[in-house]
């Protein structure tokens, strides 16, 4: 069962922590198809939230086909994230590690490199976007 | 639902039973102890010949003369349930705000005011007819016997200590304070006001019972003995009047007949009738008893509901805050 | 159906107003934040709620009926911790819910009895020697125990430690997250209420400023930032509810009348709903304002 954690801090509606932790946990395979989220009233008296922000996370992730309520069971995810993972792509997996190398020895530090990949990331994902 | 109230209020009211249990044992063992001593001085089988028993109510009075003229005080015991009882009721829980959990319960204010008032209302009625019966059989024995004032039913203070009056005075008390702390919300002011109406109130309600019927007359010789002497009237007035009627003062009658330590029966008699002088009591006989208590109790009983009233219509109408 | 609908709702004492011109439709099964500062009328207003005080114009219905001062058999629907949760400090916990189960026919006592010994709460103790967290979930657990449409708290967690208040939310949306009930609570700091509010209204000086869904609102506000010269041309397009002035800088809180625009020498951030209530609270912006300025008029006095 996954444990939501909040950052409040983080600028992001609570409802869409809850739904990129659900899928951050579906890429690393903590959850699988058939596993129960957990409830409504188990997560608001953990965290202290409303609960219809809870419902609003699972009704998203079911929008995306990633979970479906069982009527009178609970919600349980439908499939998995799988893709994601670095078992999956070892050679893009091996290029990063190589770049990085590269990157590091022309003399960027750890912020320079998170600069250049926001930067290019922006620019590629935002050409895919209509 | 009675749990609720008694919850609440279990130590105030049984505080004040228990109080009133042992004035109840001092005042059963002092009645035994003043009526033994009144056979053993003789004064009751004096009283029982009709002879003259001024030494031996002597005796009795130097004795006992204080404890039965303070029974006077025991007039403050119905107002112990207006302070003590009635004050803190609802005042108490404006005060700590408690009314705000009351009154968000599910029922609505009337019926939680009704259960408040219930028990204590129902506990004043019992303890007051208790006293007064413990009462009456205290001061039975007395009846015939006057240290300066009478202990007659009929008479003043000991009217107030028996029959059904104390139940009316328990009750208006009640109400008084009850009402006084829906209105002040306050416990201590409520107590404090209960106090200064409750004397005034019994005061003067006292004041107008010589009034509830027409008192009846006698006459007889002036300073002499009234020939309705131990019959247990309430004597209202006593004055000396002229044979016209007109009002003559005690001093006036002295120093015209001469009457003194060295003058002559005979002489004073003669001067007496020649002048028409002539003692004229107002009386209100004792046959009457049970009409004034009915009487006096009523207008307490109605005090009590009018001020009922008024708390009632404050709690369930006016707002909490 | 509304969970509260007022109607021009008025509380006044002598010449002072409590309360004023409140007008609201409080939609059910939702979780409601009344925020205002004190003495800006949320007791009254939560008072009139629960029929403990009575307009003096003006009406006001609770989940569809009238209020529980004309109608006593309201109170079985609606449940109230009042501020200060006041109990009987000589009743014993087991007392209380004695209490509680006497005075209200919908009563549910193994459900109470289950949620205190949950929370570790000894029947035996007394109310008033319980730590003021277990006072306050007594106090919650009385309300709840009638199984009531409508809970209303006033100022349910100040005063509490912050693991205390932490415990006695937790709780709360537990209860919420159940289904079938409408919660509204007041308090006078927005922290409290942010997480768990999902619909929100702004009292201060007696009269309503900001009411709506908590997630609306925060999308339809942002704070702008840029040069003061250029403020007044804002305050054409959309309604600048709160501005402040440092050097040539400006901050504006503005509540956008159209989509965001996309202005060269502004930067733009969404809003906490900390900033929207301070906004509001905060009245007109000072009058040290470029002349063009002056369509703020929306901001309450």
Redesign the interface.
């Given at each position: 069962m996954i444990e939501f954690q909040?950052d409040?801090r983080s600028?992001l509606?609570?409802y869409l922590q809850l739904v990129h932790q659900v899928r951050q946990a579906l890429r690393l395979g903590l959850l699988a198809p058939g596993d129960q989220l957990p409830?409504?009233?188990e997560v608001?008296?953990?965290?202290?939230?409303?609960?219809?922000?809870?419902l609003k996370a699972y009704r998203e992730l079911e929008r995306d086909g990633l979970v479906a309520p069982r009527q009178g069971l609970g919600t349980f995810v439908e499939r998995s994230l799988a893709g994601a993972g670095s078992a999956a792509h070892p050679k893009l997996q091996r290029e990063l590690s190589s770049w990085l190398a590269a990157a590091r020895e022309a003399g960027l530090d750890l912020e320079d490199v998170e600069a250049l990949f926001r930067a290019a990331v922006r620019d590629s994902f935002a050409e895919g976007v209509a | 639902?009675i749990?609720?109230a008694w919850?609440?209020h279990r130590i105030q009211l049984s505080s004040g039973i228990a109080v009133l249990a042992v004035l109840a044992i001092v005042l059963a063992w002092t009645g035994h102890q003043m009526t033994s001593y009144l056979h053993t001085s003789g004064l009751s089988a004096c009283l029982a010949a009709h002879a003259g028993c001024d030494s031996f109510s002597h005796l009795v009075e130097n004795r006992y003369g204080w404890l039965l003229r303070n029974v006077v005080y025991l007039n403050f015991l119905p107002m112990l349930a207006g302070v003590f009882w009635g004050a803190p009721l609802v005042a108490r829980e404006m005060e700590?705000?408690?009314c705000?959990?009351?009154?968000?319960?599910?029922?609505?204010?009337r019926r939680w005011l009704a259960i408040k008032l219930g028990p204590f209302g129902a506990a004043a009625a019992v303890m007051a007819a208790g006293f007064s019966v413990l009462l009456g059989w205290w001061l039975h024995p007395f009846a015939q016997v006057s240290f300066g004032n009478g202990f007659a039913r009929m008479d003043l203070n000991a009217f107030d200590v028996q029959g059904i009056a104390p139940i009316g005075y328990s009750l208006f008390a009640f109400a008084a304070g009850t009402t006084a702390g829906v209105l002040t919300r306050r416990v201590l002011p409520a107590m404090a006001i209960t106090f200064a109406v409750f004397l005034p109130a019994r005061l003067w309600v006292q004041s107008l019972r010589s009034h509830f019927a027409t008192p009846l007359t006698v006459s007889y010789r002036a300073f002499g003995t009234s020939p309705r002497a131990g019959l247990g009237d309430w004597v209202v007035h006593s004055q000396i009047v002229d044979r016209l009627g007109r009002s003559v003062s005690d001093l006036t009658v002295i120093t015209t007949c001469g009457i003194g330590p060295g003058s002559q029966k005979a002489n004073v008699f003669t001067c007496l009738s020649a002048h028409g002088f002539h003692q004229i009591d107002r009386y209100q006989p004792a046959s009457r008893f049970l009409a004034f208590q009915g009487i006096e109790t009523g207008i307490f009983l109605g005090l009590a509901a009018v001020l009922l009233g008024i708390a009632v219509y404050w709690v369930t109408r006016r707002?909490?805050? | 159906m509304s969970a509260i609908e007022t109607d021009r709702l008025e509380r006044r004492y002598g010449r002072r107003w409590a309360l004023r011109d409140c007008s609201l439709a409080v939609p059910a099964g939702?979780?409601v934040g009344l925020v205002g500062p004190n003495g800006a009328g949320k007791?009254?207003l939560l008072?009139m709620a629960?029929?403990?005080?009575?307009p003096t114009a003006g009406s006001i219905r609770v989940l569809g009926g009238l209020p529980?001062r004309e109608r006593?058999g309201q109170?079985?629907r609606?449940?109230?911790v009042?501020q200060?949760k006041?109990?009987?400090r000589g009743?014993r916990v087991a007392?209380m819910l004695?209490?509680?189960a006497?005075?209200?026919?919908?009563w549910d006592q193994d459900q109470a009895v289950q949620r205190l010994s949950r929370l570790g709460i000894p029947l035996s103790q007394r109310a008033g020697q319980l730590s003021g967290g277990q006072q306050a979930q007594l106090a919650l657990a009385?309300a709840l125990g009638?199984r009531p449409e409508l809970l209303v708290l006033d100022e349910p967690v100040a005063n509490l430690d912050p693991l205390a208040r932490?415990e006695f939310?937790?709780?709360?949306?537990?209860e919420?997250?159940?289904g079938g009930l409408s919660v509204v609570l007041s308090s006078h700091l927005v922290a409290d209420l942010e997480?768990?509010?999902?619909y929100l209204i702004l009292l201060a000086a007696g009269q309503v400023q900001l009411v709506g869904d908590a997630?609306d609102l925060l999308a339809e506000h942002r704070m702008f930032a840029g040069p003061r010269d250029q403020a007044g041309l804002l305050g054409r397009t959309h309604t600048v509810v709160h501005a402040s002035y440092t050097g040539r800088q400006a901050t504006l809180l503005v509540r956008l009348r159209s989509p965001a625009p996309d202005l060269a020498s502004w930067t733009v951030r969404?809003v906490s709903l900390e900033e929207l209530v301070l906004g509001y609270m905060s009245g007109p912006p000072p009058a040290q304002a470029a002349p063009s300025l002056s369509c703020v008029s929306e901001v309450p006095a």
């Open positions: 909040l409040p600028g509606p609570t409830t409504a009233r608001v008296e953990k965290l202290a939230i409303n609960p219809n922000t809870v | 639902m749990w609720v919850r609440q700590t705000g408690t705000r959990l009351a009154w968000t319960q599910s029922i609505s204010r707002s909490a805050s | 939702r979780v007791t009254t008072h629960v029929g403990l005080l009575a529980p006593p109170l079985r609606v449940g109230f009042a200060d006041p109990l009987y009743f007392d004695r209490f509680g006497k005075l209200n026919p919908g009385l009638k932490r939310l937790q709780l709360l949306m537990g919420a997250a159940q997480r768990i509010c999902d997630d969404p």
